[in-house]
């Protein structure tokens, strides 16, 4: 499986901006995605999830009524709506998808696959 993230940019705050992950290699809807985030000097950190046939979605508190993922499996691309960016979601987005069926999937060791990153600025 391959994962290209891309959509990242500099931004001011308030703005918004879409994240896309593709996914190659395997049928999207075989996997469950999901988008982490790292910061400079942070570890990397769980940012929102999505089941298989996009009927559950999962957020960490600090991106709740702010972001939105969303998938369309017939494009094997799994999305990442963000809006009203603070400097605080200034990181690198990570896509990321796992074959299995347990185990956390707010960690990054619950994952199998990762995309390369894509870098979001947001600027006050």
């Known amino acids: 499986v391959q994962l290209q993230a891309s959509g990242g940019g500099l931004v001011q705050t308030g703005d918004s901006l879409r994240l896309s992950c593709a996914a190659s290699?395997?049928?999207?809807?075989?996997?469950?995605m999901g988008w982490f985030r790292q910061a400079p000097g942070n570890e990397r950190e769980f940012v929102a999830a999505i089941s298989r046939n996009g009927g559950n979605t999962y957020y960490t508190d600090s991106v709740k009524g702010r972001f939105t993922i969303s998938r369309d499996n017939a494009k094997n691309t799994v999305f990442l709506q963000m809006s009203v960016l603070n400097a605080e979601d200034t990181a690198v987005y990570y896509c990321?998808?796992?074959?299995?069926?347990?185990?956390?999937?707010?960690?990054?060791?619950?994952?199998?696959?990762w995309g390369q990153g894509t870098q979001v600025t947001v600027s006050s």
């Open positions: 290699g395997r049928t999207a809807s075989t996997l469950f």
């Open positions: 990321a998808a796992r074959d299995r069926y347990s185990g956390t999937i707010y960690g990054s060791s619950g994952y199998d696959y």
